[in-house]
């Protein structure tokens, strides 16, 4: 028998941030995204059909709008963990070093790893019913594909050890970037459009 009736538990392991972004923001950056011309690929180690830097006017762009997803990462921090909130988040400043355009075609796919930062995100902005309609009809007993998947530590009994989403237009997450992640291959012949940055923590 609990004693007083109560009970709690406590988080564990790594923030992953979720918001959702308005659709039209997204077309702006797809716009933006297909004009682009620097070859980002080297920096990146996804097997991928275009991985493109943004031109600095777009990069601030994209600050302006997207300022306050930040600030609601800060607030989920201080809910998540108030303590360290206090210690390494309150007086920071986020100051995004990298943003980059991503197209995925038929058969890409971006392989488990990490990013040199202290944070990363990524933007979906866009996803066709195509890839939708395959993670409904997969049958592996692993992720369908398209989605992606965040995996920390070792997956074993009573351990939440990773976080898989199939997202949609406008899904942002924002995740330490030491954090492990990976997207599968699908086999539908259209693209998936993602928008993914570093970000490094100032005072």
């Known amino acids: 028998m609990i004693w007083d009736n ?6 564990w392991g790594p923030l992953l941030f979720h918001a959702k972004i308005d659709p039209k923001f997204c077309d702006e950056m797809n716009v ?18 275009k991985e493109l830097a943004f031109f600095d006017e777009d990069i601030n762009y994209f600050l302006k709008n997207i300022e306050s997803v ?8 201080k809910q998540f963990n108030e303590n360290d909130y206090n ?6 400043k986020f100051m995004l070093n990298e943003l980059w ?7 890409d796919s971006n392989p488990m790893h990490t990013h040199k930062a202290d944070l990363s995100f990524v933007l979906v902005t866009q996803i066709p019913n195509e890839i939708k309609k395959e993670n409904e009809d997969f049958k592996g007993s692993g992720h369908g594909p398209g ?3 965040f995996v920390f530590g070792q997956n074993q009994a009573h351990f939440t050890s990773e976080q898989y989403f199939f997202p949609e237009k406008g899904d942002f997450f ?3 970037a030491k954090l492990y992640h990976f997207v599968n291959s699908f086999k539908s012949d259209v693209e998936r459009i993602t928008i993914a940055g570093n970000i490094n923590e100032s005072q």
Not at 6 to 11: E, L, R, T, V
Not at 70 to 77: H, P, R, V
Not at 87 to 92: P, T
């Open 87 to 92: 210690k390494y988040i309150k007086n920071k």
């Open 32 to 49: 933006r995204g297909r004009k682009l011309k620097k070859d980002y690929t080297h920096e990146l180690v996804g097997s991928i059909h």
């Open 147 to 149: 989605g992606i998947r």
């Open 174 to 176: 924002i995740f330490p």
């Open 101 to 107: 355009f991503n197209i995925m075609k038929k058969g």
């Open 6 to 11: 109560k009970y709690k538990f406590y988080y």
């Open 70 to 77: 930040f600030e609601a990462y800060k607030n989920s921090y």
